[in-house]
């Protein structure tokens, strides 16, 4: 008997397949954990965490767009042989839903959050819950509140009254809604910022946020101070830094690939982040490399994570 697949998540589907073209149909049936030769080298790791960190490792999918692009099962065997336990998605890669679920399976790997569109909250949000309960994630989100030039106290209002009700939408379907802070918010407002005022107008019970350190660090703020000033908000946090020397103070939420660098390499000082982010109850940990060479790079940060000490 032919399986149907609800009109909500063949939507999903559907609009996925829009944004991400197939991958050629050799990419979709690798044999378990095989590797095109130029990734063979990458030996099979297991994380031991020897130091204080004792989160599992996760890894935002965007870190290895390039292969994504032409070999996303390559990709999630390879995400996998690293030692990492858990991915943060949004998207199929072209695959059936049951076969991406199978290559997920087969690298060891599960979905913990997936992140989508602005204009896919507010338009099809029965769509983005289907995904996420097939995919098996816990938390869905938005990393970038749409805007034109500077961020303004105008966009934050509309962003706040439209999070409470994707928060909800989301807290009665069982999925928790996080916003990802991009490093454009820390406008001055007040006495904070806009990104404060987001914080504060947001039912806690409804919006959680997830932290990416760069883009917290990156504008002039303190991602301690940050999680000490609003205990409980912060869930999920990506981990990635910035080059020395790179100064900080922009408010655009951009940063040269060139110039972001592995942790322990960078500027923030994360044994302090990490210690505060575990105290605070931070749930899942991503790594995000931006740089150009994320295969070489993402074992520096699994390293750094398994030694780290505060």
């Not at 044999?31 to 204080?52: E, F, I, K, N």
């Not at 999630?76 to 072209?94: A, D, K």
Request: contains cysteine; charged residues 20%.
């Amino acid at each position: 008997m032919k399986r149907l697949v609800p009109r909500s998540l063949a939507l999903a589907l559907l609009l996925l397949a829009a944004c991400h073209s197939a991958p050629p149909s050799t990419a979709l049936t690798a044999s378990p954990l095989d590797l095109p030769p130029s990734l063979a080298s990458v030996a099979p790791h297991t994380v031991r965490l020897q130091g204080d960190f004792k989160a599992p490792i996760g890894v935002q999918l965007y870190t290895f767009r390039e292969l994504a692009k032409t070999d996303p099962v390559a990709m999630f065997h390879l995400i996998g042989r690293m030692g990492v336990t858990h991915v943060e998605g949004g998207s199929t890669y072209g695959m059936p839903i049951e076969r991406y679920r199978q290559v997920l399976r087969e690298s060891g790997l599960h979905t913990t959050s997936s992140l989508f569109g602005y204009d896919l909250f507010k338009s099809h949000p029965d769509s983005i819950i289907a995904l996420a309960h097939a995919l098996g994630a816990k938390y869905v989100g938005i990393a970038w509140i749409p805007h034109q030039g500077d961020f303004k106290e105008s966009d934050a209002r509309t962003a706040i009254a439209d999070f409470n009700v994707f928060g909800r939408q989301m807290k009665d379907a069982g999925l928790t809604f996080v916003y990802h802070t991009h490093g454009y918010e820390p406008h001055p407002y007040g006495d904070g910022t806009l990104l404060d005022l987001i914080i504060r107008e947001t039912d806690p019970t409804l919006v959680k946020f997830e932290m990416d350190v760069l883009w917290t660090f990156l504008p002039g703020g303190d991602p301690i101070a940050l999680i000490h000033k609003y205990p409980g908000r912060f869930k999920l946090m990506h981990i990635k830094d910035m080059k020395p020397g790179v100064p900080r103070g922009s408010l655009v939420g951009l940063l040269p690939d060139t110039l972001q660098t592995p942790i322990g390499e960078g500027q923030v000082n994360w044994p302090a982040v990490l210690a505060a982010a575990e105290k605070d109850g931070f749930e899942y940990y991503y790594i995000e490399d931006e740089t150009p060479t994320p295969v070489a790079n993402v074992p520096k940060y699994i390293s750094y994570l398994e030694h780290v000490k505060y």
